[in-house]
């Protein structure tokens, strides 16, 4: 009797753990017979698995995936240097590339049409000018610059003194001198026709010739030049930008603009020149001064707004959506998968248990 009543309470402990735990995946859905619904179905995580997801992502939040938490991961010495590796590699792998800007925007879908590009430079420009129709030339210029002014009349007076020498102790200067000579005598009518008659106008010109040659290289012509100049450029930082437009003319502005911008922007090479030639010779500057402190920064300013983020991302949101739709036999797959042994020492128990209890029953059975 005992060993029987030891065997029966082992199978009915057994059994009932083994069916409590097979109940809390199954089954899937709720079983009705007509209008009816048989108790305990579905199994308990099926029926509660929306409160499940919500817990679950609530857990997440609070207790795992924290701001706190990802900020001391963000600022960790550790996981900066594989950030730093990492960057290093990709950076290297784009400034050594043969590929060229203009593929390099391909591959993020964007065209770049050069000539809409220098319009719209242009047309920036423009605008500008237009917006500082009331402003002095000078005032928009930069002082260097504006220093630059006086420098910049003396070398052209210099050169344009050099052009008038050059030009004048020319064979062209010296036809052109004697052609006023002819044209000077020719107009003075008998005066002139008498002089003709005692002067050669080659002879005339041959004397007349080193004369406008050393006046036009003397000290005094340059700084009347250089005066006339710098006169003629302070006239010119004193006049309005809108006069300047007015006396150009917008339309020969605004081409001179376009054709300034299209000359000196070349855009088509610029964009077909492989990105490896323009990082030559600073490839260890930009590794080794410049990365490494753009991913520490960039790493710091990312854990100072992690929690904004993670508000953001609604991360209990995420996890509630992802359990909600996972699989229930998937779910119930991964649960075995990991407490399959506990879930065994459960029935396990309930044998020993249930047979325990049964050695007792008997024995008091004999006893009454």
């Known amino acids: 009797m005992v060993l029987s009543m030891a065997i029966v309470g082992a199978l009915i402990g057994g059994v009932t753990n083994y069916m409590a735990i097979k109940m809390l995946f199954k089954p899937h859905r709720a079983i009705y017979i007509g209008k009816w619904r048989i108790p305990f179905t579905p199994g308990l995580i099926p029926k509660r698995r929306s409160d499940l997801a919500r817990s679950l992502g609530k857990t997440v939040v609070d207790h795992l995936l924290t701001p706190k938490g990802m900020q001391a991961k963000l600022v960790d010495d550790d996981f900066q240097a594989k950030v730093n590796e990492w960057a290093k590699r990709e950076v290297l792998r784009l400034i050594r590339s043969e590929r060229t800007p203009r593929q390099l925007l391909s591959d993020l879908d964007i065209s ?24 002095e030339l000078g005032s928009l210029l930069p002082e260097e610059l ?3 002014t006086d420098e910049a009349a003396q070398l052209a007076a210099s050169h344009i003194q050099q052009m008038l020498v050059a030009y004048v102790d020319s064979y062209d200067g010296r036809r052109k001198i004697q052609e006023l000579v002819q044209n000077f005598l020719q107009g003075r009518g008998f005066l002139g026709s008498m002089l003709s008659s005692f002067m050669d106008p ?20 340059y700084r009347f030049l250089h005066q006339l100049l710098s006169r003629e450029l302070d006239k010119l930082m004193e006049k309005k930008v809108g006069d300047l437009t007015e006396t150009v003319g917008k339309e020969t502005l605004d081409d001179a603009i376009q054709q300034a911008v299209t000359k000196s922007i070349p855009l088509d090479t610029m964009l077909d020149t492989p990105i490896n030639v323009y990082m030559k010779g600073i490839e260890d500057k930009v590794i080794e001064e410049k990365l490494s402190l753009l991913v520490q920064r960039t790493l710091l300013r990312v854990s100072e707004q992690m929690p904004a983020i993670m508000e953001q991302m609604e991360l209990s949101k995420m996890v509630e959506n992802e359990v909600s739709a996972f699989p229930l036999e998937r779910v119930e797959e991964l649960v075995l998968a990991i407490s399959n042994k506990e879930f065994k020492l459960i029935t396990y128990l309930g044998f020993v248990l249930g047979g325990v209890i049964g050695i007792f029953q008997g024995i008091i059975a004999l006893f009454i």
């Open 112 to 135: 770049l049409d050069t000539a809409d590009l220098h319009a719209r430079a242009a047309q920036f420009l423009s605008k500008q000018l237009e917006k500082q129709a009331d402003k």
């Open 146 to 148: 504006k220093a630059k």
């Open 202 to 221: 080659n002879s005339a010109v041959d004397r007349i010739q080193p004369v406008i040659v050393e006046s036009v290289g003397a000290e005094g012509t």
